[in-house]
């Protein structure tokens, strides 16, 4: 049966749309090119009665092979692109290294779909089924992390060793953000530039940025001249949605898979953070805090604090980065 009010719902936003795209500018090139140094391949599935795509990247080991494959989880802002370093490093350790974009993000399908983590839980475990690969260590960032909590508590058997790198949802936003409805999220999305998504990135390097750093507003900000960009404006409201009305955090306790947690101690992300209310800006996202409570409810787990650092630790402070997760690998179970 039609539902009425999601169609009128959706048709309201199709107008939006076209009023959008009429007057959207192409996209300026900036700063460096892009120049993905690993291929992205494709696996097909079917979510709700739809045929998809999900990219993703398989990197052979480079030095002497362990056998073992690592499992990249990128983040709300990023694709697998940005896990190129972290993927040319664990190749060189002997790892098989896979860094899918889940649906809705990078080369994937950007679907109309009901996101939820438990979805895209199924869909990396059906990737990592069609690869042939039984066991990963996981290494999880930011919305990532949330994916990563819900993989390992839905797969444990899957999972050797989990890396939740400044995860997001290790606090409960419903708590700490106005909720705001799907129309307006979406709106929010299609008013999107370069310069808001540059902006909004810069917040991850607190007083660092670096030209370097870019290439992965351009990674990001690609989109937004092409005819996806609708579409994919309308996955992000939706996975906005998802991380808002999913929380992770009162079910860390349950992991019982041995855990490295690295926090940037500059981190001050919070997920609708433009919304918080005056009393509540000097009280969410404190990173610092929030990985000390998450290393305190994940039983045997391991906590290394990185100072000076925001919220990407494999791009900003990747030698720390790097050396916490070898010597995390290389520990006996």
């Not at 959207?24 to 700063?31: D, K, N, R």
């Not at 480079?62 to 993927?87: C, D, M, P, Q, R």
């Not at 604090?305 to 630790?313: F, K, L, S, T």
Request: aromatic share 10%.
């Amino acid at each position: 049966m039609l539902d009425f009010h999601r169609f009128e719902s959706r048709a309201r936003l199709a107008l939006l749309l076209l009023v959008t795209i009429c007057a959207l500018p192409a996209l300026a090139q900036q700063g460096q090119a892009l120049h993905p140094k690993y291929s992205v391949r494709f696996f097909q599935l079917q979510v709700e009665n739809q045929d998809l795509r999900m990219a993703y990247r398989d990197v052979r080991p480079t030095g002497a092979a362990n056998g073992k494959a690592v499992l990249l989880l990128h983040g709300k802002n990023f694709s697998g692109f940005y896990w190129e370093a972290t993927i040319e490093f664990l190749a060189q350790q002997g790892y098989r290294v896979i860094a899918p974009d889940q649906l809705g993000f990078g080369a994937s399908s950007r679907p109309d779909i009901h996101y939820s983590f438990h979805q895209m839980a199924q869909n990396t475990k059906a990737l990592l089924d069609h690869l042939g690969l039984k066991q990963v260590d996981v290494i999880a960032h930011s919305m990532g992390g949330m994916l990563g909590v819900r993989f390992t508590l839905l797969f444990p058997e899957t999972v050797e060793r989990l890396v939740l790198e400044n995860p997001i949802g290790l606090e409960d936003y419903r708590k700490l953000v106005p909720y705001v409805s799907l129309p307006q999220q979406y709106a929010a999305e299609l008013s999107q530039t370069y310069e808001k998504m540059r902006d909004y990135q810069k917040s991850y390097y607190p007083g660092a940025w670096k030209p370097e750093y870019e290439v992965y507003v351009q990674d990001q900000a690609g989109v937004l001249a092409t005819g996806e960009y609708p579409r994919a404006a309308w996955s992000s409201a939706l996975t906005y949605q998802m991380i808002y009305e999913q929380p992770v955090v009162y079910e860390l306790g349950e992991i019982s898979r041995p855990t490295l947690v690295i926090i940037g101690q500059a981190d001050r992300t919070v997920v609708g953070k433009n919304r918080l209310p005056p009393a509540l800006q000097s009280v969410a996202g404190q990173y610092p805090e929030l990985g000390r409570k998450t290393h305190a409810a994940i039983k045997g787990s391991i906590l290394v604090e990185v100072p000076d650092c925001g919220h990407i630790p494999h791009i900003q402070k990747p030698e720390q980065f790097r050396d916490a997760v070898v010597k995390f690998f290389a520990a006996p179970s």
